[in-house]
């Protein structure tokens, strides 16, 4: 029991290092949805009617009128391109918490940025990205697609997916 105890120590040591730069990440995204999500959906004629950005528990960021169809979005902003979708399945392997692609919601947006410009942006589904994982799943596992990671809220598995996969089958929109 003594080993286990000291793994968890340093475990807890390195996950607090690694919960700083996963916190600046999260400031990151906030940050992000007020300087260019919030007008991004005005330039678009899409009204927000109601923001969830900073609270922990709300399942997507944003309720917008889009063409007159109520859709719930996750924004996602990374600091880099990295030319692939990242698809997280399970948030904690330890505590059995289900990643952001099981809660409810209809879009995402994946925005990408090279020394704060935008490098891209993408419109997934997120009921399509749902199917096209229990479609593919296999076949990501078996190409090493599926990835695990102590980084952030605990052990993560998440899913790599090619955006030209995700293209091809319609599940994602490139808008930028």
Do not use: C
């Not at 528990?57 to 391109?81: C, N």
């Not at 918490?97 to 995402?108: E, N, Q, R, S």
């Amino acid at each position: 029991m003594q080993g286990r105890q000291e793994k968890i120590g340093q475990r807890g040591e390195i996950n607090s290092m690694e919960n700083k730069e996963f916190n600046d990440n999260l400031i990151y995204e906030q940050q992000k949805h007020i300087d260019f999500f919030l007008p991004f959906y005005k330039e678009k004629g899409w009204r927000v009617m109601q923001d969830n950005v900073g609270r922990d528990s709300a399942p997507w960021d944003v309720k917008l009128e889009i063409d007159g169809q109520i859709k719930t979005v996750d924004e996602k902003a990374l600091r880099k391109e990295y030319g692939t979708f990242i698809a997280e399945i399970l948030q904690d392997i330890v505590t059995g918490h289900l990643g952001w692609i099981y809660k409810p919601k209809d879009l995402y947006l994946y925005s990408s940025w090279s020394n704060d410009k935008l490098s891209s942006l993408y419109q997934v589904n997120a009921p399509l990205l749902n199917e096209f994982l229990g479609v593919n799943w296999k076949k990501l596992f078996n190409e090493g697609k599926i990835k695990v990671s102590e980084r952030g809220w605990g052990i993560t598995v998440f899913a790599v997916i090619e955006w030209q996969d995700l293209l091809y089958t319609k599940v994602a929109e490139k808008l930028t």
